[in-house]
């Protein structure tokens, strides 16, 4: 079965092959899950074994081609429009119902897809309740979703919940090593950073990885030093992000990978200074040691939450250097440079582009330097 050419996820497919062999599919499945953990692909193979004559993996024959290009006439996919924020009524209303209604052969599956499913707008969403009460014989439909808690309790209880995991590490980076040409080295730390994501992973990995990552972590560790300034650490943020991107989208997205970076960067100086070495991340990075000592648990913990913040301002179409230029003050007030949060009002970014008292990471004082900020 195509099921097969999906890393990781024996639990969920395992849940779809056995209803499809015996005959017991539901009408409707919410497909619940982190991103790039094989949600949308096994949607696709749900698809070619509904459509398939020969529901082999790796099959190549017209219908899988066709669904794999999201060009099959019985798989209609639903996603958001370029720069709309919901998936509109009008798209379920005019489209998907009178797909379903249209009439099949016995056997005939007519699918749809909706990816992600907590994108519809709460008109869309009642629409949908009527054809997930009342499903036309022979129609399937898939919904895509990071968590089920996003959609209405109506929808979720009208589906059978299919729950994808985040894929194990050594899995990720065997895979990076079949695919692209990397060393076993480079591909476990790639497969750590992903987070159990093999769509992550093979992002980080296509790009010139390590060198984006030192950039990156250089950048903010200089920032919590206090050895660069806020401003322009967020321009050389803006400059990371934008050198592999195309268009604004693009830039967003890489944005997000970078502050994904940094949290789990931050999530290494707690450990480290714990000295528990063996869970690190960064593991490869020389200077971890040192960097841990530029901030407190407490402190660490808040600049990880206003990361955080900042990747939801993002998400949420805020502008990116003002953004960035907030989280870089934050940061460094936390980190108890210069420009402090009571400073704020005053803040000037031409000056503080000077480096605030410095913390630098040699001098002997580098352990004890709170002291001195509290
Ligand atoms: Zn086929």
């Given at each position: 079965m195509p099921f097969i050419e999906i890393l990781g996820q024996d639990q969920p497919l395992g849940q779809l092959s056995r209803a499809f062999v015996t005959g017991r599919l539901a009408h409707a499945y919410l497909f619940e899950g982190p991103d790039g953990v094989g949600k949308s692909m096994s949607a696709r193979a749900l698809a070619r074994i509904l459509l398939c004559p020969r529901k082999g993996e790796k099959c190549k024959c017209e219908t899988c081609q066709l669904v794999l290009e999201d060009r099959h006439p019985l798989v209609r996919t639903y996603g958001l429009a370029k720069n709309s924020r919901n998936i509109g009524v009008d798209a379920i209303r005019d489209d998907l119902i009178p797909f379903f209604n249209l009439k099949s052969a016995p056997g005939e599956y007519k699918m749809a897809i909706i990816d992600p499913a907590d994108a519809l707008s709460p008109e869309a969403a009642n629409m949908l309740l009527k054809t997930l009460e009342e499903p036309g014989e022979w129609s399937l439909l898939v919904l895509l979703t990071r968590t089920a808690q996003a959609l209405l309790p109506t929808i979720r209880s009208r589906c059978q919940c299919v729950r994808f995991g985040r894929i194990p590490e050594p899995l990720i980076a065997d895979r990076l090593m079949t695919k692209m040409d990397i060393t076993r080295e480079h591909a476990r730390v790639v497969a750590k950073l992903s987070c159990g994501s093999v769509g992550r992973a093979l992002e980080l990995a296509g790009k010139d990885f390590s060198a984006w990552r030192v950039r990156a972590l250089d950048a903010y560790a200089e920032l919590l030093a206090s050895e660069t300034g806020p401003v322009e650490t967020a321009a050389k943020f803006l400059e990371i992000a934008g050198k592999?991107?195309?268009?604004l989208q693009e830039r967003r997205v890489e944005l997000q990978h970078l502050l994904g970076i940094l949290l789990t960067y931050l999530r290494d100086l707690v450990i480290a200074r714990e000295k528990y070495e063996g869970f690190l991340l960064h593991e490869d990075r020389p200077t971890l040691a040192q960097e841990?000592?530029?901030?407190d648990e407490e402190q660490a913990l808040a600049v990880f939450d206003r990361i955080i913040e900042a990747k939801d301002d993002i998400d949420r179409n805020v502008n990116m250097q003002i953004a960035l230029e907030e989280l870089c003050l934050d940061t460094s007030a936390i980190a108890g440079g210069a420009a402090g949060t009571s400073d704020r009002a005053a803040w000037n970014p031409h000056a503080a582009r000077e480096p605030a008292k410095s913390k630098r990471l040699s001098t002997p004082e580098a352990g004890s330097w709170r002291a001195g900020n509290d």
């Open positions: 592999s991107a195309k268009g841990a000592a530029l901030l």
